[in-house]
């Protein structure tokens, strides 16, 4: 905020406002100034969201009860305080919001201006909150570790007595929930995807009513989430019969995932990370078939910061550091045909990689 | 879109993506133009959204591929169709990639411009495709009629055996989604509530380690999804033995819920619905401890148009018509002792309602 010259940030992306005040409700704003953190809601989440922040230790948010709108009383507290440059999230604020918000704070300065008048202005920021929250604390880390060896159980302990010819997919990812239900978690992090047969060419597919048949390619990709924090896990198999073409994609899959592990260390750029696993399948006439980025930050969010892509003008490399955690999940995908995906979740370390997921590459 | 003079529509919230296309995945945005509807969608996608659209009956929305962004694409589109206002939709477009694609389609027109040198200009636009969306058709009305019917079986034969002392709010709520899923659901709709006791008195409490004990309000909230489409219901009930306390908060919702359903007809303004139900609560002395909305419309979201609500500046009275679906659901919280919510889902008719949901008031 200093260095964005703001004398205060509206925050009211969710993982945001949950990451700098503790409140996991699904309303309410925080007012940050530089020496406040206000977390402004509504009646419904009022006595809620004081218990929740009052018994946070070292929390120093209060909490500011929006009679009418969020908005309304946020706009009252900048203009009775005099608050001239307000950043807002310009990655998460909708642009009627913006505009709303705009027009209230300049209210009666929407007419002629005196000289000297101090008009507020909203200011577009970007990342604030995202670039502290890319970098796990060890408690984060902490839950993110038990919750990828949660998850890991539930790979080597449950998947193969689910995943049988003759279920359909949609029993298959039921089958999952459950037992990510019973190792503990809140909720499945996304919709499971079991994709089998030709399905597992479709990076995104679902879980539909195709009946696992002998032969099959199958994608199992799932995550959970434990005590807020998200991991995600993928392996491929094939049921027997194994092909010999099943085999050469799935080790160019597996090689180009070990590439991209031993390309984590702090100080690599996102950039090389995702290269490394690229070049691998392009050694393999593969290149192609890697439509998607190399991984994508875990925590309060499945997808964050930072992404483990290709560069791009609107996303730069950067150098990734110690505490960050991510997913490596390089795929080849040949559409009719058959696709693997392999990822797990790894933490950054000086020299390397802390691979949280503890999942044999080839489940059987 | 004629109405507003738009020569083209950016629609980027999803559900409004899934309505008009069909396409129901986690990415991709649709440009709609007088004559044609085309999703652009990146490489993960591509295949899934054709698949999808081929198989549509009656649809008319190609795919386009994204080879780098969506924006990209869209851009390039609609530049070289000289298309000149562009609608977006305010109230999801986040302030950011407003400001991207305005600038990408103001191009090298930054630089000063020659007489006559159309500039394409973004128009934020508010609830074009909500307002249609708010009118159920045929189709969709049988969906929700079918998810509110296995719904109500849920809470008639799973909830009396599920709700017990003994027992804590997540493992009441862990059984109820098991319910909710093995009634046929793609999942629960959001995270169940299962506030007991002084807990029954948050409107948005979570289901938490406390244990139901005798004697104990429980406010029982939860939905589902089936093929797409949201269904909401809450019952309150008390452990034995009953409170006079409790049976007093009880009547005066139940009134007030009979109230507002007694409103419901076609042609009915949201807050005169609403103001039924408040007006039995301030009765009883209860209108202040009513603080939100009386419903809000379901569909392929859990909360949409309409609001049922308190007339307000941001959100006037507007009436509602045959084919609209929402929630009934008034509520009394007293802070610290005890809370009542009862929530049925309704269809407006010409003369009146049809409550979809079939659950006696009191489940026992």
Redesign the interface.
């Known amino acids: 905020m200093v260095d964005a010259g703001l004398d205060a940030l509206i925050v009211s992306h969710r993982p945001n406002v949950q990451y700098l005040s503790g409140f996991a ?2 309303a309410g704003a925080l007012l940050v100034t530089r020496d406040a953190s206000r977390l402004v809601v ?4 009022v ?2 969201a004081r218990e929740m922040l009052e018994g946070r230790p070292g929390g120093s948010t209060t909490v500011e009860r929006a009679d ?2 969020e908005d309304e009383t946020i706009v009252l507290l900048l203009k009775s305080e005099g608050r001239q440059r307000i950043g ?1 999230e ?7 919001r ?3 918000l705009s027009a209230a704070l300049a209210g009666e300065a929407r007419t002629p201006l005196h000289a000297g008048t101090p008009v507020p202005v909203l200011v ?1 920021t ?1 990342r604030i909150v995202e670039r502290v929250r890319a970098v796990k604390d060890p408690a984060e880390i902490a839950v993110l570790r038990e919750a990828a060896e949660r998850l890991s159980r539930v790979a080597v302990e449950a998947l193969p007595q689910i995943v049988e010819p003759g279920r359909t997919e949609a029993e298959v990812a ?1 089958a999952l ?2 037992a990510v ?1 019973e190792a503990g978690f809140n ?1 499945p992090a996304f ?1 499971t995807i079991v994709a089998s047969g030709p399905n597992s ?5 679902r879980a539909g009513g195709r009946r696992l048949a002998p032969g099959d390619p199958v994608v199992l990709d799932f995550g959970g989430v434990y005590d807020g924090y998200c991991v995600d896990l993928t392996r491929t198999v094939q049921l027997p019969p194994t092909t010999g073409e099943f085999r050469r994609l799935f080790a160019a899959v597996a090689e180009a995932h070990a590439a991209a592990l031993a390309a984590v260390r702090a100080g690599a750029l996102t950039t090389d990370i995702d290269h490394a696993a690229r070049q691998t399948l392009e050694r393999y006439g593969l290149a192609a078939a890697f ?2 980025g190399t991984g994508h930050g875990l925590g309060l969010e499945l997808h964050e910061e930072p992404r483990i892509s290709k560069s ?1 003008p ?1 996303r730069p490399a950067e150098a990734v550091s110690v505490g960050m955690v991510f997913t490596v999940e390089p795929g080849v995908y040949l ?1 009719g045909t058959a696709g693997v995906r392999i990822e797990d979740d790894v933490l950054v370390v000086e020299n390397g990689c802390d691979v949280l997921t503890k999942v044999p590459i080839a489940l059987w």
């Open positions: 409700g699904s509504d009646f419904r989440y006595t809620a009418r709108s807002i310009a990655a998460w604020m909708p642009v009627l913006f505009n709303r577009p970007e039921a929930d459950a239900r909720r919709d060419a479709l990076p995104h597919a439509g998607h791009d609107a559409p």
